[in-house]
């Protein structure tokens, strides 16, 4: 069993930036790939980023291509998830989420967080 907590959400203003990062405890994060997705209220939760367990290979939504980067450090048992250039709409609550692959569907991960809120005004 993998526990899982994000950290790291708040208030910004369009244009700034916000580092996520998801800390894993009961079992190291290192062999799971980590996804990270989000909910706005009234929306479904969509896929982010992913990443898998050695680090070397990433996939974004095209809504974080360019802004936003996934990446992970095994030693400090974190993925953390670099949010540049913020929009309103990226307002949500982001989860992270543990799996055996890097996975973009959500049902496809047994392990999750509680979820960090992320409020960009504009």
């Known amino acids: 069993q993998v526990q899982l907590v994000e950290s790291g959400g708040g208030l910004v203003q369009a244009g700034a930036s916000l580092r996520l990062s998801c800390g894993a405890s009961g079992r190291t994060l290192s062999p799971y790939a980590v996804g990270w997705f989000r909910q706005a209220p009234g929306k479904d939760r969509e896929f982010v980023a992913n990443i898998n367990g050695y680090g070397t290979s990433t996939y974004y939504a095209d809504s974080a291509k360019g802004r936003f980067t996934i990446s992970r450090d095994n030693a400090k048992n974190t993925v953390y998830l670099q949010m540049n250039s913020l929009k309103p709409e990226d307002a949500a609550v982001y989860y992270c989420?543990?799996?055996?692959?890097?996975?973009?569907?959500?049902?496809?991960?047994?392990?999750w967080g509680q979820g960090t809120q992320v409020t960009v005004s504009s």
């Open positions: 989420a543990a799996g055996v692959a890097p996975f973009t569907i959500s049902r496809q991960y047994p392990y």
